[in-house]
């Protein structure tokens, strides 16, 4: 009895999310301008001797992202890539 309950309740979960992210992605796609540009500041993180670690400043880069919940059409969403500006590329 209590795992028919789980499996109901997964499925149910799973069905959720399921149609969440269809509906995202129908509202990003029919939206007029469903994505924006980010300045997203990158910085190398270059291993040295003696387990330092040095930090190098390079161009800033622009990155496409799309207004919704879920990453779609190859691109991250808005909500996250604009709390995230900051990206530590790690060198050696």
Known sequence: MKRRLVWRVLLAVIAFAAVLYGCDFVYAWARKAPFADVHVERYLEIAQHFNKVGYERTDPVT???????YPHFGYAPCWYLMRHTVRF????
Request: net charge positive; with cysteine.
């Open 63 to 69: 990155e496409r992202c799309v207004y919704s919940i």
């Open 89 to 92: 590329v790690k060198i050696g």
